[in-house]
């Protein structure tokens, strides 16, 4: 199980989320840039910054619900130590 965070282009929208399958999961937000219903679409955040592996589904939900609660302060923290530029990450590139 993954948590990622999503950010926009003018990296002012973070959302958080758990997948099974990281690569369909990108795939299915950015098919839906610009949709209005939905947050990742609406403010255009389908940009990877951050993610990690959980080893099952209930602690990656437990992690999930732990960053929702963080500030934003903490939240650019934990990006910027895994990522410091903040470049979108291209899971078939990414070295860490």
């Not at 099974?20 to 098919?31: A, V």
């Not at 955040?45 to 500030?71: H, M, N, S």
Request: charge should be positive; proline fraction near 3%; include cysteine.
């Amino acid at each position: 199980m993954y948590i990622y965070i999503l950010t926009n282009p003018t990296k002012t929208v973070l959302y958080i989320g758990v997948t099974n399958d990281l690569t369909r999961r990108l795939s299915e937000h950015s098919s839906g840039r610009g949709d209005a219903g939905k947050f990742t679409g609406r403010y255009q955040a389908d940009l990877l910054v951050y993610f990690e592996l959980c080893p099952d589904v209930t602690q990656a939900i437990t992690r999930e619900k732990q960053l929702k609660g963080w500030t934003r302060s903490k939240k650019d923290a934990l990006i910027t130590a895994f990522n410091p530029d903040w470049n979108t990450i291209d899971l078939e590139t990414w070295s860490g």
